[in-house]
């Protein structure tokens, strides 16, 4: 059996899942709470010393890291076969490009302002868990920050870059060609937070009609985040204006 250390609003996570789906692995659910600092509790570094999710288990022995985690599923449960000729470039696209730009954006949109709406109180509780005190001040110094405009804006570009670069390469139905593949499940949790964020005018051309076709697919709907456990997204009036201020 397969269990799975992972947050329902990670992406990370989200691509793992999706292979899952894909594959009909079934697996034991192991939610952390990344806004509460689960993932850097005492017991779950013991499992990944490097305090991330997600985390698979098989047999009693931890995989680290996503693209890696893909990868030992595929070697795993070969059916059905989702490696292709694209799929390192893509895992490697959003590994380096776009998680970088949904983890600034997500901050300042979705998850600073969860934060911030806690009672000082409640914030400080969760700091404290924290096991690195300077990053801990550095967080609350972020949460209590205004939004920081130059991220977004920053973020908004790495997309609009990262979509013309899946204009370029699509020449089929699929990023991994005539049929799903890995290289689709890279990009999946791209063209989801993108949604969720209020971002899905950025997909233009062929890339609308590849997002439209990923977030309709059944695995991908399987592994989005439940309602219970979903983070609210952001106002889609202020959306609209940083969407204008970037263009």
Not at 16 to 26: D, F, H, Q, T
Not at 53 to 66: K, Q
Not at 172 to 188: K, N, P, T
């Amino acid at each position: 059996m397969i269990e799975l250390w992972h947050e329902w609003n990670s992406v990370h996570s989200f691509k793992v899942r999706v292979v899952l789906a894909e594959k009909g692995v079934a697996w034991i659910d192991r939610r952390l709470e990344l806004l509460k600092f689960e993932h850097l509790s005492a017991d779950y570094l013991r499992l990944n010393p490097n305090g991330v999710v997600p985390t698979l288990v098989h047999a009693g022995i931890p995989v680290f890291e996503s693209t890696q985690i893909c990868h030992y599923l595929e070697k795993l449960h070969p059916i059905p076969r989702l490696s292709n000729q694209q799929a390192d470039k893509w895992l490697a696209a959003f590994d380096s490009l776009a998680h970088p730009a949904i983890r600034g954006i997500s901050f300042q949109l979705i998850y600073r302002p969860l934060l911030g709406s806690l009672d000082t109180a409640e914030l400080e509780k969760r700091l404290v868990r924290h096991p690195n005190p300077v990053r801990a001040d550095a967080f609350r110094q972020a949460v209590r920050a205004p939004v920081d405009e130059a991220v977004i804006a920053t973020s908004i570009d790495s997309f609009r870059s990262l979509i013309d670069d899946i204009n370029t390469s699509l020449s089929s139905r699929w990023l991994s060609g005539d049929e799903f593949g890995l290289a689709d499940v890279a990009m999946a949790p791209f063209a989801e937070r993108l949604c969720h964020l209020g971002l899905a005018a950025l997909f233009t051309g062929r890339s609308r009609a590849w997002m439209r076709q990923v977030l309709d697919r059944e695995s991908v709907q399987k592994s989005a985040a439940p309602p219970e456990f979903r983070s609210p997204g952001p106002d889609p009036l202020e959306v609209k204006r940083w969407l204008s201020g970037a263009a």
